[in-house]
């Protein structure tokens, strides 16, 4: 399964995301602020970095543009998260390399769907839980 990289500071969030990616089967790696987010994609090579854009040390949106700057590992596919659901978040989002955009709190079946399509990999199917 691919193997997934976490970039988040919230840790609610990063282990609810994190859990849940693994019950269907991904390989997780988790970073806590973009500094160590960007370090851990050069290490652990992910398939697929989640992104929170609020982060400590180096924001998301400058943690996007170093990883697509990088040629290591700018093929890496980005989704960005933010809790902010406006049009111009997304746009920037775009604008800094990210492949991707997603609002929090996640819709897992969308956002799985949307890792998917990034991945080339059928998305795994309804879990209990889902909701949670
Ligand atoms: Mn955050």
Redesign the pocket.
Known sequence: MPRILIV???DLNRDMLSRRLLKRGYQVDCAVNGAEGLSMASTTRPDLILL?M??PVIDGWETAARLKGDPDTAIIPVIALTAHAMVPDRERALAAGCDDYDTKPVDLPRLLGKMAALLGYPAPGPQSGDAA
């Open positions: 988040e500071d919230n929170d609020s982060l």
